[in-house]
């Protein structure tokens, strides 16, 4: 389903591409696939295998001095948090670092003051 919440993360995974082969460190990211329409067979099926509510759209699976990793969530004006993302981090504060963001250039920003890394055009 194509919808402006897919169409940001795409254009953020764009940039992730981009520059992966200068910062390897960027292939240590991943997205979620936790949310979305189901018939309620493939709902089920899917909470079998483990499906949580509220885990966010993208990890970076990389830990730094003050985090484990770091979540991203991507949401459009003015969507906010649902109940069960809040939920989860409130469960995962102090181990994980936590960020919503809005376009794919706000999250690509936060990723690489993340992981440190310094470009030029960022």
Request: proline share 4%; hydrophobic share 35%.
């Amino acid at each position: 389903m194509n919808t402006p919440e897919h169409n940001i993360q795409v254009a953020y995974f764009d940039l992730i591409r981009l520059y992966e082969n200068k910062h390897p460190t960027l292939k240590r990211i991943y997205a979620i696939p936790n949310a979305g329409k189901r018939s309620k067979f493939q709902g089920e099926w899917l909470k079998d295998e483990g499906l949580l509510p509220g885990v966010w759209d993208v990890f970076i699976s990389v830990a730094m001095d003050f985090s484990s990793g770091m979540y991203i969530e991507f949401k459009v004006k003015p969507n906010k948090l649902t109940e069960s993302q809040i939920n989860f981090r409130e469960l995962n504060k102090g181990q994980y670092a936590f960020k919503v963001c809005y376009d794919a250039e706000e999250a690509f920003k936060a990723t690489t003051q993340y992981l440190g890394i310094r470009l030029n055009s960022y």
